[in-house]
């Protein structure tokens, strides 16, 4: 079955623009993670959705980043005027339920210059 | 608060030997998890293998063993008869199971594992 997929794989944008990452899960996983992994890092939590509902967002660094999930399924990390910072990977990830295994997709390579 | 860490930035290993991966970990959570992630130069975080911190035995996936040590507080993985295709960055985390806890996965800073032919 398909696995998570994100879009774009990879964003380049001037520092000071708005710009939105999107993330389909896993059919049928009601967990949903955003991560970020800086270069040579590993990812740190961002931000957690169950189903519409986004129960933890602890990570999110600044109120630049907002993310969404509406319908339950799509999620939507947004950055509004990015600074050069936000230059990261974006990973996103699915679970079925709470407490299991995280998938994650191939992720979002944002540079801001 | 819950911590991982990984001692090795980089291991070497050649073709059809085993080696293993150090993880250690700290957490105050009486329930957690501990997972692998493999990732290639393309991006993508793989999963490899999971052990629940109740679990009486040790993790096992085909190549891919877990020795998990309680006491130690430790998680190491096991790469037996490593491939060319298994050199990568590999990540150990984990993540509390308590009721109404964080579902967050905590990670470590990676080892580089490279293969030599």
């Known amino acids: 079955g398909a696995g998570v997929s994100q879009s774009p794989r990879y964003k380049v944008a001037k520092r000071g623009q708005d710009v939105a990452l999107r993330c389909d899960p896993i059919?049928?996983?009601?967990?949903l993670f955003w991560y970020q992994q800086a270069l040579g890092q590993g990812p740190e939590f961002l931000t957690y959705?169950?189903?519409?509902?986004?129960?933890?967002k602890s990570g999110l660094p600044s109120d630049r980043f907002f993310a969404e999930r509406p319908e339950g399924s799509v999620s939507t990390l947004k950055i509004q005027r990015t600074q050069q910072e936000d230059s990261a990977v974006y990973l996103c990830?699915?679970?079925?339920?709470?407490?299991?295994?995280?998938?994650f997709g191939p992720g979002t390579r944002l540079t801001v210059l | 608060a819950q911590k991982i860490t990984q001692t090795q930035p980089g291991m070497f290993v050649q073709e059809k030997e085993a080696v293993t991966l150090d993880c250690t970990y700290d957490t105050s959570d009486p329930s957690y998890g501990l997972f692998w992630y493999k990732q290639p130069s393309s991006g993508e975080m793989i999963f490899l293998i999971y052990?629940?911190?109740?679990?009486?035995q040790n993790a096992t996936e085909g190549r891919y063993s877990l020795n998990f040590q309680k006491a130690r507080k430790s998680a190491n993985l096991v790469i037996s008869a490593s491939q060319l295709g298994d050199s990568a960055m590999y990540f150990c985390a984990m993540r509390g199971l308590t009721q109404g806890g964080s579902e967050k996965l905590v990670f470590g800073k990676g080892t580089k594992l490279t293969v030599n032919p």
């Open positions: 052990q629940g911190s109740y679990d009486q």
């Open positions: 959705f169950q189903n519409e509902a986004q129960l933890d």
């Open positions: 990830a699915s679970s079925l339920a709470r407490t299991d295994t995280q998938y």
């Open positions: 059919s049928g996983h009601v967990s």
